[in-house]
Each structure stands twice: as structure tokens, then as C-alpha cells.
């Protein structure tokens, strides 16, 4: 019998396909079942139409793995093929496509490397079995027909078609196991463990049943007077019973659960099913905050379930945590995790998205450019959104539980968005109310401004406690304001980028310009700075580079001296940028403020006018501020001298 050939570019296809598509080899069996899905649907389908659907029997999937002679066998009796749709369907790759494709691409090099994406869109499925397959048959008698034919490949170098005999219509796909190579054993394809797991993993949602003959060990049934129970061999009567007797039988298995909870009815869910679902399949002992279960229609067809976990899992924050849905075809398992299903900053997402709209054979490459893929990820961002806001809206405590794990997510998308996201993000923040003491949004805190109030507060540091230490914070609380405690590192990098929250400012406290202070306040500070002119530049002198500028504040409460900063940079994030590894030693431009009111002021105008040591009292301030900002001080060993000379002093 003559041998055709594949033709060229399918060949290179396949060659390129074997090799280099998929590094997943445990994925054909999804594709074989996947395609025999499909032929039972098309079918039954069929049958509807034509009202034959009584006759068509129950419609099944079946897997048999031979162990000697090494061949998995994938039965359906759905819509068949007839020789020329074997010859059609799978002596062509990727038939209408591919060609369109080389022709744009026809030099080779740059050509080459694009294809392995491209392949995704067309149909490849069932050429993924010679992964694991050194020979393939095909045994097909399509609905309606009684000729059966046989379809037989070993692969690159073409196939043969022939006659066959076949009883009933269908399918039944043979795939002969590569030989085992070093450590590459496709023996595991023949064990039933490893069988049930693959349906288990990627295609339990078939609709079909998917049915194995599986051996398994059983106590034999023996016959006794009482009525209790002998698993054990034992009775709780205390009546001896013979040594249990096992016995090989074998059962017809369904390995896969065919109903997917998403498709199901909301209504005849419960939280229970959606929980228990939820750890199943990812992993966690915990509940989740919340679930959503979304369908769309109409423009692009999807059906979603996504769950907000209750704890960041450990790895959440750095490189190596996997965001993204899993992406199901009409509910096939096409990708693990697809992260454009999702915008970074709701990385904290788990669920998976079904859509029949979404090739089962698309790459990674072309999702993220896929029109479905966006208009589902945009329906999806809008959902979460949604949820979010309800759930700070209704459930308070539930949302701060949520903020606590998930919070940093959401200021890292506006930072790292440029501010772009803010407004999508901003009404979801949480913050410490120094006043109210208490988490609030940024809404909250703009309903309880002062008369006058124009700015928002904020002040940043380590912790709370340190935050209400600065000396610019007594201030502002003894005037009436709110203040919010900021203690996370992206807080102040990303209230930079977000051009204030419904026209209102942030302020940093320890801005030198802030509008909470009244215009007398300000001239009055302007004149006794006229006033203490020498003194000021003498402290500037003894202090040098250290610092860009001395200056008289009005809102050191009782502290005698503070650091505050100009330009773009603050104390707070050169203290945050030193801690990163790449961080750089990008320095805030630093102003020491002076109060007047203070007795300390008052003997630095003595040791002025006295020839005392003002010099050394300087640094002392300087290095006293530098300590209250939570900063480091130049140099410890000279500061603990400096101190030591004024105790004995
Ligand atoms: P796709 O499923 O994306 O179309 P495949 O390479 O997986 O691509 O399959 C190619 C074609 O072969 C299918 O479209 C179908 O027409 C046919 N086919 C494959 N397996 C079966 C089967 N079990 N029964 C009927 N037709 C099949
Ligand atoms: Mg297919």
C-alpha cells in the first residue's frame, strides 16, 4: 500500500510540534480525549436534529491501556470519520492557516522561531500523541456509514489509509508508546493511577463519562449467622470469623466528575460547595473571604468562579508566587495559570475562567493579545472590583481581614501604574486614623475634615508609635486635624504618584509648606527668623553639607529641633531606598528646623552671644532630629562623646 506523505509544511509543523510546542507531554491524553469529546457532542448533536437520539445509546469515552503491548487505547462511539475526513482531518495540520502563514514568512530563521507560537491557534491536538507515540492508528466508521477504515502513522514520514472492520460507529485512537529512553519512561501512560490522575487534572469537567476497566482488590463475601459488619475480619459479637479472603475483580470505572460546579446553577450552590471546591482545587485549608460566580453572554461567553483567599500565601510577595485563572475550553483544561486573566495588582485572585470562545490549542503567546482574552479580563477586573467594594461596603471586619493580607497589592498597582490605576484602587485603601484610631478609607477621612481643612495628612514611618513621635505630629492633632499613620514602605512612594484623592492633596507633616498653618502663624516665623539671622547661619555653618538649610518652625510642639525635607525626596523614602538592595544612595535634601519657643533655643543664643560651644550643640540637635525621623546617625561614637561632655559638664 502506497504511503502518503504529510504534507510539507505540515510535516516541519509536526517536526516542530514534537519537539517544542508542548514540553508537557501528559497533555495529549487531553487532546485525544478532548477530540473525542467533541465527536460525542457533534453526535449528539446530530441525533437531536435528526430525532434518532434514542437510538444512539449512551455516549461514552473509554481509556485502556495494554501492558503488553505497551499500547493506551482512547475509544468514543461519537461521530466517526469517513476516509476522507481521516485523510482531511488528520493528514493535514493546521490545514487553512498554516499555508497563509509560511507565505508571509517565507524566508527562513525569524520565520522558524514565530511558528512554535503560532501553531497554538490551529488544530495540532491530536498530533501531540506522537509525543509519547512511536506509531499511531486510527480505527473510524462515522455515523450513519458501515465501512469502517483504518488510519496508521509512525509520525514524520507520512500515513496509510486502508479498509477495516469496525462494529458500531466511532472512534478508537491507538497510541503505541514510545520505547522507554534513560529517564524518559512513557511506561507511566499504562498505569491506571497515573491515568485516573491526568482525567482527574485536565479533563474532569467532560461532560461525558470517561470510563476505564480498573482491577481491584476486594474481601471475598462469606456467609455467617450474624448480622454485622466484617471488614475486619472481626465481629463485635465476638464470634470468630474466618481469615478475610481478597479477591481481583474488575469494575467499570467513570473517572471524571463531568458536571463542573461553574456551570452549575448558583442557586443550588452552597457556601459549602463553593469552599470545598475551592480547596480541592487550590490547595488551601483555609476558606476563602469570598467567592464570586460569573456567567457572561453575549459579546464573549464565559463562566467564572474566583475566590479572595483569607491569607497571602507565603510567597505572595516576591518573584516566585504563580499569579493567574485557570483557563478552562468548554470545559477542558487548557492552562494551569494564565496571568492575563488578571491585572497584577489582583494577583491575590484564585479561580478559573471557562469560555468556549478561547481556542483549546492557544499558546500563551497569543492569549495575550487574544480579544476574549481582554474582554473577559476586563469583565473579570470590574467583578473583583465589585466584590471588594461590597464587601468593605457590608462587612467591615471581613475587608480589614482581606486589607491586612492583600492591602500592599493594591498600593503597589497604583505605584507601579504611575498613578494610572488610582482611580480604579484608591476608594479600596485602608489606613490608620490617628484621630479616630482606627483603619478608614481615604472617603472617611475626607467626611471628617476640619472647617478650613484642605489637605490630607499623612505621616510615614516604621511603626504607628514612631509615626507619633515626630515632632510635627502634636501639631497637627492639637490643631484638630487627622492625621493618617503610614507605615508600609510603598505608602509614601505611591501617595507621590497619586496626584491627591478627590482634589484634595496629600501633605506629608513634615512638609515645610502646609496650609494648616494660618498666614499670621507664618509672618510672625518670618520675622523672628530676620531676627535670628546670625544665629540660624551660624548653626547652617557648624552643620556644613549636612544640611541644605536651617530654619525656624512654628510646629515642633515641644521638641527642640526637627528634620524635614525639600524636593522630591523624602527622609521616609531615602530611608526606604537605603534598605533596598539596588536602592542606590539617593539623599533627601534636608532642612533643620528649629523652635523658637523652646528653652533650647535659648541657649543656643546664649552660647552665640557667650562663645559657648555652639558648634558642638548643633550637631547634637542635628543628630537628635536625625533620630527622631528614624533615621541613622553620622557618627555614634562622636555623638556618645558630645553627650558624655555635657553630663560631666
Ligand atoms: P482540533 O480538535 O483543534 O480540530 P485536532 O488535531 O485535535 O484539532 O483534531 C483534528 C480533527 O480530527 C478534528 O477537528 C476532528 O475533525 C478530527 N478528529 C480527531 N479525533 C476525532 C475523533 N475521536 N472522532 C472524530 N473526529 C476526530
Ligand atoms: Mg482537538
Redesign the pocket.
Request: charged share 15%; glycine share 16%.
Given at each position: 500500500m502506497k504511503k502518503k506523505q504529510f504534507k510539507t509544511e505540515s510535516k516541519r509543523l509536526l517536526d516542530l510540534m514534537i519537539n517544542s510546542v508542548y514540553t508537557n507531554k501528559d497533555i495529549f491524553l487531553r487532546?485525544l480525549i478532548?477530540?473525542?469529546s467533541?465527536?460525542l457532542d457533534k453526535l449528539h448533536f446530530r441525533t437531536l436534529t435528526d430525532n434518532s437520539g434514542a437510538a444512539a445509546g449512551e455516549l461514552t469515552i473509554r481509556i485502556t491501556p495494554d501492558k503488553q503491548a505497551r499500547t493506551l487505547t482512547i475509544e468514543?462511539n461519537?461521530?466517526?470519520?469517513t476516509k476522507d475526513?481521516l485523510e482531511n482531518?488528520?493528514g493535514t495540520i493546521a490545514k487553512s492557516g498554516t499555508l497563509a502563514f509560511r507565505d508571509e514568512n517565507a524566508g527562513e530563521g525569524e520565520g522558524e522561531s514565530a511558528l512554535p507560537e503560532v501553531i497554538g491557534q490551529f488544530?495540532?491536538?491530536?498530533?501531540s500523541a506522537f509525543m509519547v507515540a512511536k506509531k499511531i492508528t486510527v480505527l473510524?466508521r462515522a455515523y450513519g456509514s458501515d465501512e469502517a477504515n483504518l488510519w496508521t502513522s509512525e509520525g514524520l514520514d507520512g500515513y496509510t489509509v486502508e479498509p477495516a472492520e469496525k462494529d458500531g460507529r466511532g472512534?478508537v485512537?491507538t497510541v503505541y508508546l514510545k520505547d522507554n529512553e534513560g529517564e524518559e519512561s512513557y511506561d507511566k501512560y499504562l498505569e491506571t493511577y497515573t491515568l485516573r490522575e491526568l482525567v482527574r487534572k485536565y479533563s474532569d469537567y467532560i461532560r461525558w463519562p470517561i470510563k476505564m476497566l480498573v482491577e481491584t482488590t476486594r474481601m471475598k463475601e462469606h456467609e455467617c449467622e450474624c448480622e454485622h459488619d466484617h471488614e475486619d475480619g472481626e465481629c463485635e459479637c465476638g464470634h470468630e470469623h474466618k481469615e478475610p479472603e481478597y479477591e481481583t475483580v474488575t469494575e467499570d470505572q467513570t473517572l471524571n466528575s463531568m458536571v463542573p460546579l461553574w456551570r452549575r446553577n448558583k442557586a443550588e450552590l452552597t457556601d459549602e460547595d463553593y469552599n470545598g471546591f475551592y480547596s480541592d482545587k487550590f490547595h488551601d485549608y483555609e476558606d476563602p473571604l469570598a467567592h464570586i460566580h460569573t456567567k457572561a453572554e453575549g459579546g464573549v461567553t464565559y463562566n467564572a468562579i474566583l475566590y479572595f483567599p483569607a491569607s497571602a500565601p507565603y510567597n505572595f510577595y516576591s518573584k516566585n508566587y504563580k499569579r493567574g485563572l485557570q483557563l478552562y475550553s468548554n470545559g477542558v483544561m487548557i492552562m494551569e495559570s494564565c496571568e492575563d486573566m488578571l491585572p497584577e495588582y489582583f494577583g491575590f485572585v484564585k479561580g478559573l475562567v471557562d469560555s468556549p470562545d478561547i481556542s483549546?490549542?492557544i499558546s500563551r503567546e497569543m492569549l495575550q493579545q487574544n480579544r476574549q482574552v481582554r474582554a473577559i479580563a476586563n469583565g473579570l477586573k470590574k467583578k473583583i472590583k465589585a466584590e471588594l467594594e461590597s464587601m468593605l461596603k457590608d462587612d467591615r471586619e471581613k475587608y480589614e481581614k482581606f486589607f491586612k493580607a492583600f492591602g500592599l497589592s493594591l498600593k503597589y498597582g497604583i505605584y507601579e501604574s504611575y498613578g494610572m490605576e488610582a482611580e480604579n484602587l484608591a476608594d479600596l485603601l485602608l489606613f490608620r486614623s490617628a484621630k479616630q484610631d482606627k483603619q478608614i478609607t481615604l472617603q472617611e477621612y475626607l467626611d471628617a475634615f476640619e472647617p478650613n481643612q484642605t489637605e490630607i495628612y499623612y505621616a510615614c514611618g516604621e511603626s504607628p508609635e514612631m509615626v507619633r513621635s515626630l515632632p510635627q505630629y502634636k501639631y497637627l492633632i492639637d490643631k484638630g486635624y487627622d492625621v493618617l499613620l503610614m507605615t508600609d514602605n510603598v505608602d509614601e512612594f505611591m501617595t507621590k504618584m497619586m496626584n491627591g484623592y478627590k482634589g484634595k492633596p496629600f501633605k506629608s507633616i513634615t512638609d515645610s509648606d502646609i496650609n494648616a498653618q494660618s498666614e499670621d502663624e507664618k509672618k510672625a516665623m518670618a520675622e523672628k527668623q530676620e531676627e535670628n539671622k546670625e544665629l540660624i547661619e551660624a548653626v547652617k555653618a557648624a552643620l556644613g553639607d549636612r544640611v541644605k538649610e536651617v530654619r525656624l518652625s512654628s510646629r515642633l510642639s515641644d521638641s527642640p529641633a526637627a528634620l524635614t525635607s525639600e524636593g522630591p525626596l523624602s527622609l521616609e523614602m531615602e530611608k526606604v531606598l537605603s534598605e533596598m538592595p539596588l536602592g542606590g544612595d539617593a539623599k533627601a535634601e534636608r532642612i533643620l528646623e528649629l523652635n523658637p519657643e523652646h528653652p533650647v533655643f535659648a541657649a543656643l543664643v546664649k552660647a552665640k552671644n557667650e562663645g559657648g560651644d555652639l558648634e558642638g550643640y548643633a550637631k547634637l540637635l542635628y543628630n537628635q532630629a536625625l533620630m527622631m525621623a528614624g533615621l541613622r546617625i553620622d557618627d555614634p561614637a562622636e555623638f556618645a562623646r558630645a553627650i558624655n561632655a555635657l553630663i560631666v559638664k
Open positions: 487532546e478532548s477530540n473525542a467533541d465527536a468514543d461519537g461521530i466517526g470519520m475526513e482531518n488528520l488544530g495540532v491536538g491530536f498530533y473510524s472512534t485512537i483549546l490549542n
